[in-house]
């Protein structure tokens, strides 16, 4: 900014044309009045650097306070945490600290500052050494404030490209000369593949020559040794052998490919990458029943020769591609199962979970070592602490579990079946549980969170309503409700139904739309808004006759909480009138959120009631453990997935 001095009569003249006037001498002429004259001169000698700019130099004003202090320690050559000072682009790119060591604009951000004014002596810059004066310090914040300076270096900064190795395009390199020959204009190895060529190469560079080839009986033995772990059996040896045509090797080769036992073997080698368990680790070393899945899932990958890029994509978001067992590699580590009381230990151990899976990530499938970013910006490999925490975010919504999978329409079908057959001989059991003060017979088994069956006569519908009164705790939760017209479950949504509630619980695991979606568990329940009277209302596609409800609060049976204990469920035809078609008016007092089964006096009958007592329990017991079979095989050790907060960059990796 051009300055000024006002004379007479308010009249401004720039300071640059006084000096320029005294210089000349035009003074004399009385451009400017004779008794300004030395005034202005005064002002000239005590500001001088009135021509200059107002803002910081960064070689005049800035660098010899960085040369006497700083770059000894963070110079060209020396660069401790690789913090280079030299130059304002290198001041911009920071060192290894994961903090911004310049933010342009913004001194009072820029971690440069806060370690020159730190009030710990063992934490300010420089070290052992006198602090910077006050004036240099207001320079450096006017040198960092000056936001348009730093526009050329942000730039730069912008256009630099990262060479790391892994980093760059996969190419075919050429042939070496030696071990090749030209045919056809072609690069071939004589009678080999062309990898051999650079085999050979190395082979007469080091003075070396190929050991002559194998004879059969060797060669068929390595071929099964590495492909599947397992040697051949006599029999394949002694068939190849004997197999004297040209193409005997090729064909044994994809007859060994062929085979599920080079997935069992290849597969072997992929786990170890991902550090896949059946347990847990840590000192409680829990077994993970469903893990075996994921294991299952690489080597069907491996058999069916998966192409690599759908292999890569399905570990990292199979669930929503429908390929969720891939997900098991993110859960496929160490887990501590044992959650510390302390919540500051319960951070750290989520953020060792985290670490796991991102570690994973990059060393699997990005030939990077992504955990040192944790606490800094990486040493050796090109991923700041920012990078570090971005993915993090990508991952911050997985947790350790087992995860139901979707059934196929042939277990749906059956599970429903049984579901059925299950309540009639509840209900023919019924009267052999003799009645207690507390317990009258007749009544039916205690509401339960995992499952509970309702039976009606057949009632024409096109509306359902199930209102809840009262839960053992908090708002109520369904994880799924079902409506049974026969075999067919009327109230899906992709059938066609429609759902309605009385309020909405928001959470995004917790909506209107799980209440009908056919997936079981608490990541796919609603919650209603209100602790009592709350109400979800199925309109289905059409009027059906319906004669059974299944309803639960978490089929998946880890949630016991939120459990309705006093309801009604009534159908209408209209949406105006309706009928009651079950309630917990008639259910025992509610003891327990797991399903308990009653206890059976059958010698209080007659013996032929009591032997067809005895029968009917017998096939129940029967019918369950199918039912609970087909359930389980739905289950994978692949995590389960919600929807996290926000992921913060952590200052050293400490989550306080």
Same mark, same amino acid.
């Given at each position: 900014m051009e300055r000024t001095l006002k004379l007479s009569r308010g009249t401004a003249v720039p300071a640059s044309s006084i000096i320029a006037q005294l210089c000349s001498g035009s003074c004399q002429q009385r451009t400017i009045p004779l008794h300004l004259t030395w005034l202005v001169a005064c002002c000239c000698l005590l500001f001088g650097a009135t021509t200059r700019s107002a803002e910081p130099d960064f070689q005049r004003d800035v660098l010899p306070i960085l040369r006497k202090h700083c770059l000894d320690c963070h110079g060209a050559d020396a660069a401790e945490a690789n913090l280079r000072l030299h130059t304002p682009l290198d001041a911009l790119r920071g060192g290894d600290s994961g903090e911004p060591a310049i933010v342009p604009g913004r001194s009072e951000a820029s971690y440069l500052i806060e370690r020159i004014l730190h009030e710990d002596a063992s934490k300010r810059m420089p070290l052992d050494l006198p602090p910077l004066t006050d004036q240099e310090v207001t320079t450096l914040r006017s040198w960092i404030d000056h936001a348009a300076a730093?526009?050329?270096?942000?730039a730069a900064l912008a256009e630099r490209r990262v060479e790391h190795w892994s980093f760059q395009p996969v190419a075919r390199p050429p042939l070496p000369l030696e071990g090749r020959q030209q045919a056809g204009g072609e690069q071939q190895v004589s009678g080999r593949q062309p990898i051999d060529a650079f085999i050979l190469a190395k082979l007469r560079e080091a003075g070396l020559?190929?050991?002559p080839p194998a004879e059969r009986r060797t060669l068929i033995r390595r071929l099964y040794l590495v492909m599947h772990g397992l040697p051949p059996t006599p029999a394949e040896v002694e068939q190849f052998?004997?197999?004297?045509?040209d193409d005997a090797w090729r064909r044994l080769v994809e007859r060994v490919l062929d085979s599920p036992r080079y997935g069992e073997r290849w597969a072997t080698h992929w786990l170890d990458l991902v550090r896949f368990g059946e347990t847990h680790g840590f000192e409680t070393n829990r077994e993970r029943p469903h893990a075996w899945r994921y294991r299952d899932w690489v080597i069907d990958a491996l058999n069916s020769d998966k192409p690599y890029n759908q292999?890569?994509?399905?570990?990292?978001?199979g669930d929503a591609v429908g390929a969720d067992l891939g997900t098991g590699f993110l859960v496929a580590g160490p887990y501590d199962?044992?959650?510390g009381q302390d919540a500051q230990l319960r951070l750290m151990q989520r953020q060792d979970e985290l670490a796991d899976m991102i570690n994973a990530t990059g060393t699997a499938f990005l030939g990077l070592t992504l955990g040192c970013a944790r606490c800094h910006n990486h040493k050796f490999d090109p991923i700041t602490q920012r990078d570090y925490y971005a993915l993090q975010a990508v991952f911050a919504g997985v947790e350790h579990n087992d995860r139901a999978l979707p059934l196929t329409d042939d277990a749906r079908t059956r599970i429903a079946t049984?579901?059925?057959q299950l309540g009639e001989l509840r209900d023919a059991l019924a009267r052999f549980v003799p009645a207690t003060e507390n317990s009258p017979a007749g009544r039916r088994p205690a509401v339960n969170a995992r499952q509970n069956v309702e039976r009606f006569p057949p009632t024409e519908a096109r509306f359902v309503r199930f209102t809840i009164r009262q839960t053992n705790q908090s708002q109520p939760c369904l994880d799924e409700l079902e409506i049974y017209?026969?075999? !067919?479950?009327? $109230? =899906?949504?992709?059938?066609?139904?429609?759902?309605t509630s009385s309020g909405d619980f928001k959470h995004p695991l917790h909506k209107l739309e799980h209440i009908h979606d056919g997936r079981y568990g608490n990541a796919r329940s609603w919650i209603a808004s209100q602790v009592a009277d709350g109400w979800v209302r199925i309109e289905l596609p059409e009027e059906a006759v319906i004669d059974r409800i299944v309803w639960g609060r978490d089929r998946e049976g880890k949630y016991a909480d939120r459990v309705p204990i006093d309801y009604r469920i009534e159908a209408s035809r209209d949406g105006e009138t309706w009928t009651l078609l079950a309630s917990s008016a008639d259910r025992l007092p509610f003891q327990s959120a797991e399903p308990g089964e009653p206890k059976y006096d059958f010698a209080a009958f007659p013996a032929d009631e009591a032997a !067809?007592?005895? $029968? =009917?329990?017998?096939?129940f017991q029967r019918l369950t453990a199918e039912r609970d079979a087909l359930a389980a095989d739905a289950l994978a050790y692949v995590g389960t997935f919600t929807q996290p907060g926000p992921t913060r960059r952590l200052y050293r990796g400490e989550p306080g």
């Open positions: 730093w526009t050329d270096a942000q020559s190929p050991s052998i004997d197999d004297q045509a292999f890569v994509l399905e570990q990292l978001a199962l044992v959650k049984l579901d059925r017209s026969g075999e !067919r479950n009327v $109230a =899906l949504a992709a059938g066609g139904a429609r759902a !067809r007592g005895r $029968a =009917l329990l017998e096939q």
